[in-house]
């Protein structure tokens, strides 16, 4: 028996590429998106349809965290900020070593509640151990994120052949990973030697995934691509990495990336918190995204990315959480209103965007995610609002600024 159409029926519907919709609904078949406008009209279009009322509500696509470290949540509260970069991945290596293995998975799992909690849904989320797929793997069906996992590599001393290593992995190539795409990544420019970066960049481009890595972060690490020293160098001898086999390039983290070719429309920069004009011009100019981590930059000290520039250079950006190591909370309305805090000027509409069609584009998912259009599959929620908005900005407003997702009510309508 074929299942009815559902009517998602709303004081408001946004859809995030079109104007919200006042007494709106989006209409579901067997998990796609088959229509979206004003109730009534809806309710015409589909007179067989089974109706699902949420009131004083909003439906909008789930929000989309481009930037997560599940199998570091763990560290939840284990690290305290340090004001220094440096200093702080020093305090994560360790504390990292000491995590009791009991408590990985069941903290992966809390970890992926709240950000269901929270509207995400959709994630890029990067680890450098097998432990977040085996974790997916073992919940199966009850798995309750999608988007992608990235395999992180770590290879100063530059052996590409890495790459060919890990797609042979058994969890890469696992039918069952059916809940989310695997793909690789490089860790940042300054912990993959060229050669790998390269084999990386090849290697997604096959498959189709996006090009992911941390960029321009610290003055740390800009010093040590840079000119070679500082305390990046201290950190990697302490790893007993072979510093005769690692030569920085003497030149920032965006310009050697773009002369290795590694910039396009699927590369998504992480951080972008030491990026100059010419950077970001450069960015821009190769239709590259940016995913931007303004809570975890504040609990690291690194500063703020200049994320004004970015918008008025139109360049499309993402928001991610970073992990519980360096935040507090995977929580996307917190990021949200960290940036306009930072920045006053950009627009709730602006901050929206990022937050669902921003990630989607980033992550090459905006075929299936990021907005209400007719053939997505994207999950939708229902934020219940505690006040009527008397306009469709002051709908932004009200979904943008609160703070936290503790504000709300949210439904997850699959």
């Known amino acids: 028996m074929i299942a009815p159409v559902a009517l998602h029926t709303a004081r408001w519907v946004l859809p995030v590429t079109s104007e919200p919709i006042e007494y709106g609904c989006v209409a579901v078949f067997e998990g796609s998106i088959v229509g979206v406008g004003k109730a009534h009209e809806m309710r015409q279009r589909f007179p067989s349809s089974v109706e699902n009322r949420h009131e004083d509500a909003v439906i909008m696509p789930s929000f989309i965290n481009a930037h997560c470290h599940l199998e570091l949540s763990p560290l939840k509260w284990r690290i305290t900020p340090t004001g220094s970069f440096s200093s702080w991945l020093s305090l994560m290596t360790r504390a990292r070593e000491n995590i009791d293995k009991d408590e990985v998975a069941s903290s992966i799992q809390q970890a992926a509640d709240e950000l269901v909690r929270g509207g995400a849904l959709i994630i890029g989320d990067v680890g450098n151990t097998m432990i977040v797929p085996s974790v997916i793997k073992g919940l199966k069906d009850g798995w309750p994120l999608r988007g992608i996992h990235f395999f992180e590599i770590i290879n100063p001393e530059d052996s590409p052949d890495i790459v060919d290593s890990i797609l042979s992995e058994p969890f890469l190539c696992d039918g069952d990973m ?15 030697g060229k050669d790998t970066l390269c084999a990386i960049k090849k290697a997604s481009q096959e498959s189709a995934m996006p090009f992911t890595l941390h960029i321009a972060e610290s003055d740390e ?17 302490e790893r007993g990495r072979d510093m005769t086999k690692i030569a920085p390039p003497m030149k920032g983290p965006v310009s050697y990336l773009d002369g290795l070719g590694l910039l396009d429309r699927l590369t998504m920069l992480v951080h972008c918190v030491k990026v100059t004009e010419k950077d970001l011009d ?95 599959r994207t999950p939708l929620i229902s934020i219940s609002l505690k006040e009527q908005p008397a306009s469709a900005s002051e709908l932004y407003e009200l979904i943008a600024l ?13």
Not at 221 to 237: A, K, S
Not at 402 to 414: A, C, L, N, P, V
């Open 282 to 376: 450069t960015i821009r100019d190769r239709g590259t995204s940016i995913c931007l981590c303004m809570r975890s930059n504040t609990f690291l000290g690194v500063g703020e990315p200049p994320v004004d520039k970015m918008i008025a250079r139109k360049i499309n950006c993402a928001i991610g959480t970073d992990s519980l190591a360096s935040n507090d909370r995977l929580d996307i309305f917190s990021e949200m209103s960290s940036i306009k805090r930072a920045f006053p000027h950009i627009s709730p509409v602006a901050l929206v965007n990022m937050a669902t069609m921003g990630g989607a584009y980033a992550l090459g998912l905006d075929k299936f995610f990021g907005s209400l259009e007719n053939s997505k």
């Open 178 to 192: 059916v809940m989310m795409d695997i793909g690789i990544s490089a860790h940042s420019a300054h912990t993959v």
């Open 402 to 414: 609160q703070g936290s997702k503790e504000e709300f009510d949210i439904d997850i309508i699959w």
């Open 221 to 237: 690490e800009i010093e040590f691509l840079t000119e070679g020293t500082g305390p990046m160098v201290n950190i990697m001898r």
